[in-house]
């Protein structure tokens, strides 16, 4: 069933979050922190059994200087630097198999999937740990360190992705003017970051993105992992205020303000995990001047699957070349 | 939890159906019927956005002379012909899209995905109708065509899937004396079907396969698709004779006694939706002189996944070279 | 809980599904072609072991000239032309036993009791194919043949539907000009569809009908079989409006604007399998002078259970006399 | 899936429950003490709409004294003393409609449908009050004055039963020497009760039996009812003796012990609200000389549903005539 | 997610239900009749291993003469009178184990924790039984004796309510004066009653109460209990007047117009057993001068848990000193 | 239902785990590390509300010196050195309100309540942060850290539990050569690793302990929290030797052959969070001369509730006085 507002309201639909008079500061402070303490990204190519595509497992600094890896891959037999495409993960999951998410790759591109620092345990494998302390949480990332938002989880996945946009940029083979930043879900996510954090990303296609018009979409669903936040907040029922304020700094709804590049977003209207009004409203934040909202009146959080994938690798082409 | 018998048990487990007495004869006279009515197969390539992978769009001709539709993939660039291997699908799934599915073709093989009858609604796309008809029938295919043995669903599934190793054969650029088959559940079957009913079949990979040992398996999960056939009995109950008769016909523990190729099965001890001791009757009935059983003791049906495929590759490449 | 709009509004509400221009010429050209291909029907009487009614084994012509089964029973020693009342049977269940639904015959009507193509295999037995092909669906029946409107399952159904009519008229013993129809769920939209399509039905009983304003209904209740719809086109996403077309020939909302016939439909508040407003729609578009809903606020999809079979009997006892 | 032992296992399967030393002294005394408290039974004609089937709405006397309900129905036309079914209710309903369970009327029988005391909410109607009192219980009635097994509320439920058989021996047209006892689940609970404790019942058919074996039943399923025993002994974790000595004298594998009349059980091999050694526990302890067990592998609690009821027709005709 | 209103229409909520012309003529004959029923209440005390807690072991005269259990408990070492709090149970439970519930009295409180009849069998235990009878019901004691209004349960459960308050005042070492009442759910709701209906109650505390706008609140969850009373009516169509007409005599939010203690409830808004519009709504019917709604919008049927306790202490604090 | 072994094999039940050969030394060098690092305890009077027990915010140093916070309660004007009982807190809680868990402190015991590192936000609340690192990891603990031995979070916990009876018996008003520990679920695999490592313990009571004989417990039970090692295994497939080989380090039937001290265990048969073989291997390991096992046959996970809280108050009077 349709689990958010009728369409023509989504379309309207802006998230009440305030932005934090502090935003840009504090983005700025974590990622001058960040890119402080960073040492050269490493690749070190892997004998995967596939003959079309080569693969490296990738090492960079992320958050804290803490080495986050991931995979890259680029087509066999290419000649001159590629344009590239960081991709991020969804809930759970890491960098996967390296036979896993060979299409942008087989599309001519140079395909950074990062890995998550602390997943890679669910759906797909990782290798990353995740080394920032935690107060009391609730099972999940949700509620790790948000103690301080200089800690908090998504502050660090965040700071990897901007930084891996920056590792990218630094592998050989790779042309650093033209990279695209995309995922879905939790991935979805780190591309908005990624695409309003990063310097000149030059588009973003991010799938049913997680993470954004976080206070509304925590009250409509009783899914995981938006549920975590109310598990925590039904045993610590003082921090409501505070927890609030952290998480305005990570809301995908606040950060699309400040997306100004080509920006694709996919969002589904049986979407229980995601209700469609987050991705809208991150969507309607947007001041990019070409945007473009794929609609799915009847799928749930897969979004349009390989239909959304099509329509960033037809985005990708007109933006990056390939 | 465990799902099934002790591993040391699943080691020796056999299946109790007796093997219809004129198994060969049934079959014998499927594949006849079916090529009798064969048309050559098409391939029309389609344009994907890829590079690295070039995709035909194909119809071949199955059971009843219906054409089937696949899509044929190879690495771009390919010169001399190339080993194939003919993958079959999931229950509810089809084809799926042109951009799923890349780690064959990208291994060097010209990779054919068969899109299964009447299914292709579910979690991936097809487009093949499924023209037999249909008496009285619990939602799902497990019961279509029951009636009859020869209009069985699954006796068409199985056509299909050993009219497509001749397809792949037909087809420009393939070296018709080096075909594998493979898939993973439903999938899985089909490839236990084809390993024992297509002629020089050179390997045979099958992922938690489907359909082996039905009259236990039926009995010891209430998951589906197994159960429909549960649901069936217990409205007709007059019928167990004629059902289970008909199902000999096609279980995978029985026709694996027919498969002489280099064998891989995988089997995961938490699998509740094909429980371990289908995969290890198939497994433990192969005469073949090369096998091997990979178990995940801590999977459900997803088995071992992405290692799964590295396992499968690795079997391809010492058996098909690539 | 009320899975619906306030009861205030569901008594204004109409469907928003648009009439096709060409419906009553689609649906004469379906009543020709089956009628065209039309057999008499046969009865055979059967010994059931009961004494006070009488019970034949019906076969007669449905859509494509396909023999459809059904139970006739009447009162033992009755004498002169009966009036009759024709049954159609919920979601997955068959014409069922002969021990069962004895309460139209006890009442001293003829009863047909008509099987349903391809289902009679989940909650009741049936022994009716359906020989339509089917394309890619989804398991059940709500997407079988949704590629044609003149192939659909349901233009089948209510062919079948339409012509039990007819085939009830030329039974011995039977008033052809005194007939009603009747039945629950998919029984009621077999109900509605007769009473629209079939001529000179006499009254209509139809409890908490399915299949009226289908696409307000899809969305608002994950239930199955709705939402067999919706796992169709979260596959085919390019499929919406054509789906959408088919459907509007056999939604109940639209066809009723056809019925004038004494009209009696039953809804329920609770209900989530069929959402009331549904029934709703259809009994507001009905044009029927005399006409009746029965609002169970406490109920799900049970409706009124017994007392709409209470009520179904006044109304045939007012309308056609016993 | 399988819910207990393997069929032949059940075959032997006896229960481990000892005999209370005192049981037939305690039956006496209950059927003792009711029957000095009973009035006549009393039977009002209702008009139900049916013509084929005369139904009257009957009062007898109970378990101390209390007047219980229930339907009598009757061919009409029935010209001499009829043999009569007395039937017992499924754990939740009451006598249901006057619409429904027409079959053994129109099988040519005296049927009186019993209420239960105090249940009659459920799946079906009742109207019969449960005035014995209640301690501290678990909702439902399986814990009910289980403090004392002569107030117990099986004891008060099986004693309406047995009571039942004299009420119906008691109305005009019935012929006494013909009264035969039927039912499913709790029903047919009662049917073995009072084939045990009536006097000269003269055929038992009992579908799917609950309260059998029940110390086993409660360890081996976490459905209901049985699991409301398990409820109580959780929070009365020092009352577990008491409880089964109570239970004791009201488990119908115990009583079958008295059963001498020809008898007919059902059991499902997959039900899992009555595990099916209850019933073969049952079926195995009963002396009777000519008995009958009907196996249905692949149902669940429906058991044979209509083709039980099919069974017990053949029963009670060659036992009762009709 | 927010099983209700948005929190600012609940602010304004009030129920729809109109106050019966005789509710204080019938509260005042319901505790006429048990008050001239009544013996004296008796403390027994015994060993619990607690040193610094004294508990006895209370039967005091409820509904019908009845003798009810309870717990006393004060701390050890008090001298004189102290100040009391009478405490009821949620749905299901007892008054437990002497171990449970020490807070109010290591607060300093005399501290009666009644037992609820019928029930303790659930999470909690008791010892109390139901003596009076009941009708057709669900299982549960929702619609226990709903046939009429003086024998309804909770009709019961309230004049124990009360009757507990005339107990506590005639223990030895209390202070008659000085008594309040609390409780959570089912208890919440008894302390309403109390608080409207016994005389000078000092202070009400109900977190979370439980049958407060209950014709509104069973139509907007699907949750047991409240659902208990739309399965009765699912199956007793024709008795709804009946049974509204019963429940407007013990709803929360037409009781609470009688009270004027100072008073606290406490709402969640994600609660799906006690949507928060039955608190407000007995919140904003309350005359009192002096009262605090307690709003959780994160939590579900906990409330506040360990906070609603604390604020209960401060109310009961500043009211009855201690 | 039953959840695992017949209660007779049970009793003979013992881990197929092998004790690692450096057990020993494993955890002096943990604790040795620790206690280098440890600061004095540090223990603030808060005011409860509560005047019948005194209540301490404690904070003491655990693994890797982190402060670990806790509750101290004792009863009001308690004169000379209490003996004390330290407490853990099962899966997902914290130390939880100060007005809960007050029975240890009401029966004449200083009791500190251990807060748990990381958790506190499930069911109880807490305030102690988890310093150390993760690595990849499924949601909740069970996997934190598991790449090393020395770094995996129940070495973690383990430790802080060790050093929580240091603390206590650091603390004034203590009589440290009376000390015992208890726990339920995870609280009491806390308290049978500290009565394992900690010096001098006088009396251990583990209430249904979870983590006892772990590779078998995770083999027989979907619930969490035991799943979330197989969840990380279905992903990390080729790490179950490393996994098992740590798990062996903290597991309670390992680590319980070291528990010389009077013990009470407590297991429930049908358990399905911590099957009753983890608490047998446990008991049927430990070298203790006095010791005894509660077994609950028809509870869950809350086992014998208060009343093994009872045994536990016995217990403890007799090894440590009061």
Known sequence: MFTD??????????????????????????????????????ATEVDTGLTA????????????????????RAPAGATGPL???????????????????????????????????????????????????????????????????AQYYYTRFFTDAVLAVDAVRALPGVDGSRVGVTGGSQGGAGALA?????????????????????????????????????????VHRDRVDHVLGVLARIDGAVLASRITA??????????????????????NAAPSTRKEILVHPYNGHEGGGPEDVAAALRLFAAELGR
């Open 53 to 72: 595509i080569r693969t490296w497992d990738v090492r960079f600094s992320g958050w804290d200087g803490q080495r986050i890896a991931g995979w890259l």
């Open 5 to 42: 507002l009728p369409v023509e309201l989504l379309r309207e639909h802006r998230t009440a979050v305030q932005e934090p008079a502090d935003l840009d500061a504090f983005w700025s402070e974590r990622l001058a922190e960040a890119r402080a303490l960073a040492e050269p990204p490493e």
């Open 262 to 283: 080509p920006l694709q977003i996919s969002a589904a209207l049986m979407d229980a995990i995601v209700p469609p009004s987050g991705p809208f409203a991150a969507f």
């Open 194 to 234: 990624a695409g309003a954090l990063a310097e000149d990303v030059r588009a973003v296609a991010a799938r049913v993105p997680f993470l954004c018009d976080i206070p509304r979409s925590m009250t409509i669903t009783d899914a995981r992992p938006f549920h975590e936040l109310v598990d925590y907040l039904a």
């Open 83 to 149: 344009p590239a495409i960081v991709e991020y993960v969804g809930y759970g999951g890491g960098r996967g198999s390296a036979l896993d998410n060979l299409a942008f790759a087989a599309a001519g591109y140079a395909h950074l999937m990062m890995d998550t620092r602390g997943q890679g345990s669910g759906w797909s494998g990782g290798v990353t740990p995740d080394s920032g302390g935690t107060g009391p949480e609730v099972p999940g990332v949700m509620t790790r360190g948000i103690d301080d938002p």
